[in-house]
């Protein structure tokens, strides 16, 4: 009988033995959402010409993804003076009355990083604002985004930006540029970049983490002079 309850024992203490020696269970935050794409910096420049240069944000590394948007009175011919290749387009008006926006997206590679910014090349002179965000590593990529345009000749204030889909801990880029010298907000999220050349050129570029699945649609104001058009940018980024 003992030799029975040892063999016993002996079984019980096999199977056991996994747990014991430290096997690890995952916790409760193993299934929690994915953490957020980390926002490593941002940067703007506003400028009056047939191209814009931007510098890339303080920090920008190999493998960090970049956001790049552009508000202008001529629409982008080219852009120059990155690495190796290329900027992703997600949209862009050409030709369009007033005001022209743009937005592009890429992996920044170690060539654009030791070129350290990037050349906009508009085909005409006239005032703009470009705007930029880096993300620490590729993230997951930009999952939505869409611009509105208006060249109308005028416009009040405020404007009801697109409307996005998001997941919780996605990040939100919110940017305007305004033919006119005004002081630009965002009602979602933390302001980041702001800009005003005090005649036709105005622009910001907000950030925010997401907190909660749905559509988001951020309002922009607009405080001073009102030019005859504007673009408005929402892009969503995922983790």
Same mark, same amino acid.
């Given at each position: 009988?003992?030799?029975?309850?040892?063999?016993?024992?002996?079984?019980a203490?096999?199977?056991l033995?996994?747990?014991?020696v430290?096997?690890?269970?995952?916790?409760?935050?193993?299934?929690?959402?994915?953490?957020?794409?980390?926002?490593?910096?941002?940067?703007?420049?506003?400028?009056?010409?047939?191209?814009?240069?931007i510098?890339?944000?303080?920090?920008s590394?190999?493998?960090?993804?970049? #956001? !790049?948007?552009?508000?202008?009175?001529?629409?982008?011919?080219?852009?120059?003076?990155?690495?190796?290749?290329?900027?992703?387009?997600?949209?862009?008006?050409?030709?369009?009355?007033? =005001?022209?926006?743009?937005?592009?997206?890429?992996?920044?590679?170690?060539?654009? %990083?030791s070129?350290?910014?990037?050349?906009?090349?508009?085909?005409?002179?006239y005032?703009?604002?470009?705007?930029?965000?880096?993300?620490?590593?590729?993230?997951?990529?930009?999952?939505?985004?869409?611009?509105?345009?208006?060249?109308?000749?005028?416009?009040?204030s405020?404007? @009801?930006?697109?409307?996005?889909?998001?997941? @919780?801990?996605?990040?939100?880029?919110?940017?305007?540029?305004?033919?006119?010298?005004?002081?630009?907000? =965002?009602?979602?999220?933390?302001?980041?970049?702001?800009?005003?050349?005090?005649?036709?050129?105005?622009?910001?570029?907000?950030?925010?983490?997401?907190?909660?699945?749905?559509? =988001?649609?951020?309002?922009?104001?607009?405080?001073?002079?009102?030019?005859?058009?504007? %673009? !408005?940018?929402? !892009?969503? #980024?995922?983790?």
């Open positions: 009988m003992r030799t029975l309850v040892a063999v016993a024992i002996l079984l203490s096999s199977l033995a996994p747990a014991q430290g096997l690890p269970w995952p916790g409760p935050g193993a299934f929690a959402a994915p953490l957020s794409p980390q926002l490593r910096a941002t940067n703007s420049v506003v400028g009056t010409g047939s191209s814009l240069t510098n890339l944000p303080t920090g590394q190999t493998g960090d993804f970049a #956001v !790049v948007l552009v508000g202008h009175g001529f629409s982008v011919n080219t852009i120059t003076g990155y690495g190796t290749c290329c900027w992703t387009l997600m949209y862009q008006d050409v030709g369009a009355q007033y =005001v022209n926006g743009g937005g592009w997206y890429k992996t920044l590679t170690s060539a654009d %990083v070129n350290g910014s990037i050349t906009f090349n508009f085909s005409g002179s005032e703009g604002v470009v705007a930029m965000a880096t993300f620490v590593g590729a993230t997951g990529g930009a999952r939505g985004w869409l611009e509105l345009q208006s060249g109308t000749g005028s416009f009040t405020p404007v @009801t930006g697109p409307s996005v889909s998001a997941v @919780t801990n996605d990040s939100g880029l919110y940017f305007t540029m305004n033919r006119g010298a005004s002081t630009d907000t =965002v009602n979602r999220g933390t302001l980041k970049e702001t800009q005003n050349n005090g005649a036709n050129a105005s622009g910001v570029l907000y950030f925010e983490t997401i907190s909660s699945t749905g559509t =988001v649609t951020p309002t922009f104001s607009y405080t001073g002079t009102l030019g005859p058009g504007y %673009v !408005v940018w929402n !892009v969503i #980024v995922k983790p």
